[in-house]
């Protein structure tokens, strides 16, 4: 049985409601406090305002789902209360039109732990800000699995226009865009692709920064 969870309005560090949304769509996902006792809060934004579905959910060290939530607005706070969540080390991840956009990791409820659960709990948290650390992406495609369409956003600025190249398994560019520096977000056509898998390439002066696999079907 998953536990409970509410959509509040966005709170200012003051602690007063704010109802300001965002002036741009970008990727944020956030939890606090962590460690969390009673209950934490999920800060979160989609790189869009539009989409088909989105979701938070939890999963506890043998990965199994423990918690999932909806969401309906591309920017807002989750207030997640852990009554039925037991203490332990969790992963929070963001996914939005089936992909996986982020995740976080979190302690709950450590005052409940003995020592050893305590220590085993931190240094999986600590493992796991490495892993994200090293695994940062530049470039996130979503949907995924596609068809006509993907979207491509880019967290990478430079002060020169970038491209996207989706290349076939022998290595072919078929479709070639560029990538405004000022703008994180592109929409591709690919509905003259074949079912397949092909590699995206972000690539800015000549040098390939990041690659994504794209299954078109």
Do not use: H
């Not at 996902?29 to 939890?58: C, G, H, I, R, W």
């Not at 993907?150 to 560029?178: F, M, P, R, W």
């Not at 520096?181 to 092909?198: F, H």
């Not at 040098?207 to 079907?217: H, N, P, Q, R, S």
């Amino acid at each position: 049985e998953f536990g409970y969870g509410v959509v509040i309005p966005i709170i200012d560090s003051t602690g007063n409601k704010s109802v300001e949304q965002p002036l741009l769509p970008k990727l944020d996902f956030e939890v606090s406090p962590n460690p969390a006792s009673e209950y934490f809060l999920v800060d979160y934004q989609l790189p869009v305002t539009k989409f088909q579905n989105a979701e938070f959910v939890m999963y506890n060290s043998d990965s199994r789902k423990v918690y999932s939530q909806p969401i309906t607005k591309y920017w807002y706070q989750l207030l997640v209360e852990t009554d039925n969540i037991l203490p332990g080390f969790y992963v929070c991840k963001l996914f939005m039109d089936n992909t996986e956009l982020a995740k976080r990791g979190i302690i709950i409820k450590p005052d409940l732990m003995t020592v050893d659960e305590k220590v085993k709990a931190e240094k999986q948290l600590s493992e796991f800000d490495e892993i994200i650390f090293e695994s940062n992406k530049f470039l996130l495609i979503f949907p995924n699995p596609a068809n006509d369409f993907v979207q491509l956003v880019c967290d990478y600025k430079s002060q020169t226009a970038s491209n996207i190249e989706i290349v076939d398994a022998q290595g072919k560019i078929l479709i070639t865009e560029k990538f405004d520096a000022q703008n994180n977000i592109l929409k591709i056509n690919t509905s003259m692709l074949s079912n397949g898998i092909y590699s995206v390439n972000l690539i800015n002066d000549g040098e390939i920064l990041a690659t994504e696999k794209l299954v078109i079907e």
